[in-house]
């Protein structure tokens, strides 16, 4: 008898959800997808990732998701929530409480979220302040063309910091300048 090595094909995608397929995009596919422990379903896109339980699908865009940790089985993923814009277009965000995922099992999901968030980050800076400080960002939103300007603040930041928007512009200004030369 000979043994047969499995290949990566051995291993079974979970179905993706019908609800889900209804909910996609016409030109979004799904790139990857894990079975969760309670039941739920994560599937990557182009466009972000979704969650799929008993109720309606979410999808958190790539340029919104601030962090992704795997630790073992559990993808950890922290998700920003845009709460203001500033004058120049910059958008103000914060952090959601973090939302922790536990695998089934093994699965390429994790590979295509870190490499889809490291992507949508074109270039950025931790910007200090007196009261709390932020990231200043410029990410790719599939779909649109050129950088969108961000700003992640520390919890407790007050954006209405005397200087603190215009030191906010000055950066994402240099990070424009800088990525526009690379």
């Known amino acids: 008898m000979i043994a047969v090595a499995p290949t990566k094909w051995s291993r079974r995608r979970p179905e993706v959800p019908a609800s889900l397929r209804g909910a996609l995009d016409p030109d979004e596919r799904i790139l990857a997808a894990a079975s969760c422990v309670d039941g739920s379903v994560l599937a990557a896109s182009r466009f972000g990732l979704w969650t799929v339980d008993d109720t309606l699908p979410q999808r958190w865009g790539w340029h919104l998701i601030s962090k992704a940790r795997l630790t073992g089985r559990a993808l950890s993923v922290t ?27 093994r699965s390429g999901l994790t590979d295509v979220v870190h490499a889809r968030v490291r992507r949508s980050v074109a270039a950025s800076r ?28 520390d919890p407790g930041a007050d954006i209405d910091a005397i200087g603190f928007a215009q030191a906010i512009g000055k950066v994402a200004d240099d990070l424009a300048g800088d990525s526009a030369s690379d």
């Open 79 to 105: 998700v920003a929530d845009v709460v203001g814009q500033l004058a120049d277009g910059t958008q103000v965000l914060t952090d959601m409480p973090l939302l922790d995922f536990e695998l089934a099992d």
């Open 126 to 153: 931790y910007l200090p302040w007196p009261g709390g400080g932020g990231w200043v960002a410029l990410r790719r939103v599939p779909g649109h063309d050129g950088l969108t300007r961000q700003v992640r603040l």
